[in-house]
């Protein structure tokens, strides 16, 4: 297995575990971190046996944001020229379903990471937020569009014109995160959820997080069509077949990806 400067990663049965792992500057991302990050996304991507893959930080920090050391230097034509943070999405353009787990700080960068992911479970110890507008920037990583559509305008605009810290509580009433756990049962409940969702048909699960987000990004209408588009192709799979029929015979699916 593959082993990582910035990251911890570690594959439990179907799901490919991914722990960010900076201590010293809080799991700040930096191009180190990014590019490991992506590099593991990439080859869980790539492994058949992998279902779903699970992001995680430490007990303090899921992560604190971009790296403030490394960007302060920087100036207009260095981020411009170089496209700072440009292809910083990878985990958002994963197929696979990824379910993050947050404990402690998600702030900047790393809301905007928790917001790629496609199940959000925090512990009761997480804080979110935007802080960029403290720095004289704006979030770069989706914090202004993501956390818009996620909590609407009125929460968004709080976050990110005061840089304050939004707690787990407020974050899962608000539509940020699935569910909010005693940060002890942090990894348990995560785990059990990307079990869960690696167990299923990874034609499904594909199809549906491809699905879901078509909401995020279209018109009802449009949005309906796609779904349309997307759920009779799955009448193809031998998956379906299997599915439906071990409903009949009150077994358990044995789903084969295909
Ligand atoms: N970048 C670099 N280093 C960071 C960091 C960051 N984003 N966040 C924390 N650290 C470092 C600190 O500098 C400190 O290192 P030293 O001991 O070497 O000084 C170490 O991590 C521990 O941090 P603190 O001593 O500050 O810990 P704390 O518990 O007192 O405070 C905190 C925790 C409130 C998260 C505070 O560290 C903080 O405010 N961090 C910055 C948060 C932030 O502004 N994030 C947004 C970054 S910009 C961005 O993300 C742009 C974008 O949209 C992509």
């Known amino acids: 297995m593959t082993t990582y400067e910035n990251i911890i990663v570690e594959t439990k049965g179907k799901v490919g575990i991914i722990r960010l792992n900076r201590p010293q500057a809080l799991n700040a991302l930096n191009a180190g971190l990014i590019a490991d990050l992506d590099k593991a996304v990439k080859g ?64 900047g960068g790393g809301c905007e990471l928790a917001m790629m992911c496609d199940i959000v479970i925090a512990a009761d110890s997480a804080k979110f937020g935007q802080p960029e ?52 049962e ?28 078509a909401a995020f990004e279209t018109t009802l209408s449009e949005g309906m069509r796609a779904e349309r588009r997307i759920f009779h192709p799955l009448f193809g799979t031998e998956d379906k077949m299997e599915g439906m029929t071990a409903f009949v015979e009150k077994r358990p699916a044995k789903f084969k990806n295909k």
Do not use: H
Not at 141 to 161: F, N, S, V, W, Y
Not at 168 to 176: C, D, I, N, Q, T
């Open 44 to 107: 869980y991507e790539a492994d058949q046996n992998i279902g779903c893959i699970l992001i995680t930080g430490s007990e303090k920090a899921f992560a604190a944001g971009a790296d403030i050391k490394m960007m302060q230097s920087m100036g207009f034509t260095d981020v411009f020229l170089g496209n700072f943070i440009g292809d910083w999405d990878g985990v958002a353009r994963a197929r696979k379903p990824v379910v993050a787990a947050v404990a402690g700080f998600a702030l």
């Open 133 to 184: 507008i403290k720095l004289g920037v704006i979030p770069g990583l989706g914090g202004t569009q993501r956390l818009t559509r996620a909590i609407g305008k009125a929460k968004a605009m709080d976050l990110c014109l005061t840089g304050r810290m939004m707690d787990a509580k407020e974050a899962e009433a608000s539509g940020l995160v699935a569910r909010v756990v005693p940060a002890a």
């Open 186 to 213: 942090l990894m348990d409940v995560a785990m059990k959820a990307a079990e869960t969702v690696a167990s299923m048909s990874l034609m499904a699960t594909i199809a549906c997080k491809d699905s879901v987000n």
